[in-house]
Every structure is written in structure tokens, then in C-alpha cells.
T-cell receptor
């Protein structure tokens, strides 16, 4: 089945460490997104990419960076992790050519990140 | 600031009843509307998309859209305990893209 995968699924790290979260998809979608979810705050967009050469900041991009290595791969980096980046992180994809199903997004399983 | 508003709940309904979930949005230019279901600790799962005014039915789920009132709703008929989850409303501003704006979700509890 075409899918969205995220690695790692769980990660505990310390303040100041650099960490990378990876997302891969076999759906053939061109667009990819990174969200974080905190209890009571809902899903917030960190970065999104409409193709390999197009990267855009979302509403909460400070402290994060991304890399779109290929159409199927989109990585999120925390250069120097801090405790308030403890959250559930989701990758999502969408297909810009999906006629009649515009902007439907499909989510990966998530990465639970804890920064001590 | 574009916003999507939902009552946080919990909304409690007995098994077999109709659950009604509501969502309002601030951007009058919004064109795409979605309902996601999220179980605790899991990722959001797309259950309905709606793009034009009126009703759209899929199995036990019906999405209703009223652009004039900036209102979208989800009805779940014959509610089951397995429907107990948080339901997220999401809105997209235009066909060309930009990412979804999510509401904070409504928690539904279906008692047997």
C-alpha cells in the first residue's frame, strides 16, 4: 500500500542536541508538510514544500529547518533542541494533480519527541 | 489571522444516536473543507472532504457546508463506541495550495 512513514517513532534527547526527523512516502505525491501537535493547541504548520525546489515557512518555523532531498523525502531538523519543542510531530503529503480532491492531506504515523 | 473554531467538547452521545460536530471558519475565501478523525496518540485520518455548498454523504458520515454562514458540520449516524475520538476540522484557502488550517478538535465520546 502507498504510505507515509516517519522515523524515528519516538525520540528522547537533551537540550542543545541536534536532531533530525525523517519522512518518506510512496504515494507519489508532490507536496509534503511538517506539523507539530501540542495538547490543547491543535496542529500547527512548521514548513511545507510543493516540490523539491520549493520550501516555505509555516506559522511556527523558528528553531526548525527542513530539507527536501527528493520528491519522496522531507526531513525536519532541530538544530539545538529545547524543552518547549517537546511535541508530537507529523509529516503529511498531498497531490496537486488530484482533480476534484484538492488539497487532501494524508498523515504519517507521527514522531513523539521529548527534549529533556 | 485565519481561524477555524470548534467546540472542544467532550460531546457525549449514546450508541446508535446521531453525533453532530460543528466548525466555523474566518476566511470567506476558503474553498476546501475537511474532517479528520484522530484517536489518542495516533495520526489524523481523513474521513470527509467537501468543496461546495450542501451535503455530502459517505456511509454513516455526512458533511454539510454553508459558505454564506462560514460553517461546516459533520454528522455521524448510528454512532458506535469505535467512533470515540477527536474530530478535527480543517480548511484550505484556495485550490492553488497553502497548507491546511486546523481547528483544535472536538472530542466525541460514544457510550454503549
Amino acid at each position: 500500500d502507498a504510505d507515509v512513514t516517519q522515523t524515528p517513532r519516538n525520540r528522547i534527547t537533551k537540550t542543545g542536541k541536534r536532531i533530525m526527523l525523517e519522512c518518506s512516502q510512496t504515494k507519489g505525491h508532490d507536496r509534503m508538510y511538517w506539523y507539530r501537535q501540542d495538547p490543547g493547541l491543535g496542529l500547527q504548520l512548521i514548513y511545507y514544500s510543493f516540490d523539491v525546489k520549493d520550501i516555505n515557512k509555516g506559522e511556527i518555523s523558528d528553531g526548525y529547518s527542513v530539507s527536501r532531498q527528493a520528491q519522496a523525502k522531507f526531513s525536519l531538523s532541530l538544530e539545538s533542541a529545547i524543552p518547549n519543542q517537546t511535541a508530537l510531530y507529523f509529516c503529511a503529503t498531498s497531490d496537486s494533480s488530484a482533480t476534484g480532491r484538492y488539497n487532501e492531506q494524508f498523515f504519517g504515523p507521527g514522531t513523539r519527541l521529548t527534549v529533556l | 489571522q485565519k481561524e477555524v473554531e470548534q467546540n472542544s467538547g467532550p460531546l457525549s452521545v449514546p450508541e446508535g444516536a446521531i453525533a453532530s460536530l460543528n466548525c466555523t471558519y474566518s476566511d470567506r475565501g476558503s474553498q476546501s473543507f475537511f474532517w479528520y478523525r484522530q484517536y489518542s496518540g495516533k495520526s489524523p485520518e481523513l474521513i470527509m472532504s467537501i468543496y461546495s455548498n450542501g451535503d455530502k454523504e459517505d456511509g454513516r458520515f455526512t458533511a454539510q457546508l454553508n459558505k454564506a454562514s462560514q460553517y461546516v458540520s459533520l454528522l455521524i449516524r448510528d454512532s458506535q463506541p469505535s467512533d470515540s475520538a477527536t474530530y478535527l476540522c480543517a480548511v484550505n484557502a484556495n485550490q492553488a495550495g497553502t497548507a491546511l488550517i486546523f481547528g483544535k478538535g472536538t472530542t466525541l465520546s460514544v457510550s454503549s
